[in-house]
């Protein structure tokens, strides 16, 4: 079966404390992982798509790297604006069109 | 640049009555589109997809369904409402496959008291 856990379930950091994220999965052939933030009342927003291991992209403060089995979201001297739920999602070969397999999310706090 | 757009923005319903929330996407053609769930503390849930007009899959057997009359309109429905059909609606749209990233609406909050 299919799975995604991310951890931790919710991080809080002091602004410029790095720190990272985890995407663990289990998935029968990965098309992709995507990385979505997520801010209160609000519809995901994209971020990266990593498709094969050692892969990594880059956007301001946030880096995602990915293995075979995990998936990496590093915040590097994060701002109280980074504050939000991270979300990570793969899609399998098998799967359904479009069936991304979402995890619960990571809900990151930044004090300034 | 293509924008998607979602109304209404909150609903409060009682049980047993019906519903419809519509999702259009703008900038793009022959979209892939997506209606998720996302309850309180639970990941998103696929509950149903298009990849044309009048073509629709479900991924969640439930008392919700779905219509695509236009390219570009995807509308979520229910002839009776449940307590347990209350969450977060989000509409997404994706190109090509499916391999590509989804873009996400502003969501529709619905309470079902």
């Known amino acids: 079966e299919d799975q995604v856990t991310q951890s931790p379930e919710a991080l809080r950091l002091q602004e410029g404390e790095s720190s990272s994220l985890n995407c663990s999965y289990t998935?029968?052939?990965?098309?992709?992982l995507f990385w979505y933030r997520q801010d209160p009342g609000k519809g995901p927003e994209f971020l990266f798509t990593l498709y094969s291991a050692g892969e990594e992209k880059e956007k301001e403060r946030l880096k995602a790297t990915l293995t075979k089995k995990e998936s990496f979201l590093h915040i590097t001297a994060p701002k109280p604006e980074d504050s939000a739920t991270y979300l990570c999602a793969p899609r399998n070969y098998g799967g359904s069109q479009g069936n991304l397999i979402f995890g619960k999310g990571t809900k990151l706090s930044v004090k300034p | 640049s293509q924008t998607i757009h979602q109304w209404p923005a909150t609903l409060v319903q009682p049980v047993g009555s019906p519903l419809s929330l519509e999702c259009t996407v703008e900038g793009t053609s022959n979209p892939n589109l997506y209606w998720y769930r996302q309850a309180a503390g639970r990941g998103l849930q696929l509950l149903f997809y298009s990849v044309g007009i009048g073509q629709i899959s479900s991924e969640v057997p439930q008392n919700l369904s779905a219509s695509r009359p236009q390219d570009r309109q995807f509308i979520l429905s229910s002839k009776k409402l449940l307590l347990s059909d209350s969450g977060f609606y989000l509409c997404?749209?994706?190109?090509?496959?499916?391999?590509?990233?989804?873009?996400f609406g502003p969501g529709t909050r619905l309470t079902v008291t």
């Open positions: 997404a749209w994706s190109e090509g496959d499916g391999a590509y990233e989804q873009y």
């Open positions: 998935v029968s052939g990965l098309r992709g």
